[in-house]
């Protein structure tokens, strides 16, 4: 079976300041992997996903994510946030193959906080 | 115009009722899906269709039964509510299940069984 770790459940940072989201997956088969945003009281957006290609991926305001198949991570970057970037960030990944039938396996969400 | 809508956005209900929730989508795909977010916002798959003919089911209690209409149609109708099934319900759709593929998340439903 395949699992989603993200590593810290809550990210303060200063604004203009760099971030950096934590993800590390487990899978014996080749995978997907996204990362979704959630703002408050909102649904789930894709920020960026890697399928293959390139291991750096970017992806929509800004943000950059990393995949290391060796360390099985994924992490997710952003070099200066914003305040507007306060929400909570879900790591996913969907396992390569016919059998997944589109399922995603989410991490437990990380909530970044920007403070001014 | 909102590509993946469901209704309510918010149900508050007793237990032991029954509701239903709807969902709806825009896009023209052919898959859509149900996540359960839990308390601890950890997300989970209910169920998925494709082409209105049911693909995945996890292992949710049999008073969860989703419906699928239509292609753009996916509703969950749930039976004898219980304190636990208090949740936010997503749902979702993508255009198929080719690999890799974005799926698009509704706003969510919050349901609170008192």
């Known amino acids: 079976a395949q699992s989603v770790t993200q590593l810290d459940s809550q990210v303060p940072v200063f604004e203009e300041a760099p971030v950096e989201l934590r993800c590390n997956y487990s899978s014996s088969v080749s995978v997907y992997l996204f990362w979704y945003v959630q703002y408050p009281n909102q649904g789930l957006q894709l920020l960026l996903k890697?399928?293959?290609?390139?291991?750096l991926v970017k992806g929509i305001n800004g943000f950059e994510a990393e995949f290391n198949k060796s360390q099985t991570s994924f992490h997710l970057r952003k070099p200066s946030v914003h305040i507007s970037d306060t929400a909570e960030y879900f790591c996913a990944l969907r396992t390569a193959g016919g059998t997944s039938y589109g399922k995603l396996t989410f991490g437990q969400g990380t909530i970044l906080t920007v403070h001014p | 115009d909102t590509a993946v809508s469901q209704t309510p956005k918010y149900l508050v209900t007793q237990m032991g009722n029954d509701k239903s929730i709807k969902c709806e989508q825009n896009?023209?795909?052919?898959?859509m899906y149900w996540y359960k977010q839990d308390s601890k916002k950890f997300l989970k798959i209910m169920f998925s269709?494709?082409?209105?003919?049911?693909?995945i089911n996890e292992t949710v209690p049999n008073r969860f039964s989703p419906k699928s209409p239509d292609k753009a149609h996916l509703n969950l109708h749930i039976n004898s509510l219980e304190l636990g099934d208090s949740a936010v319900y997503f749902c979702?759709?993508?255009?198929?299940?080719?690999?890799?593929?974005?799926?698009?998340f509704g706003p969510g439903t919050r349901l609170l069984v008192l």
């Open positions: 979702a759709s993508s255009q198929g299940l080719v690999e890799g593929e974005t799926q698009y």
């Open positions: 269709y494709n082409n209105k003919e049911l693909i």
């Open positions: 890697y399928l293959s290609g390139s291991t």
């Open positions: 896009l023209g795909h052919d898959t």
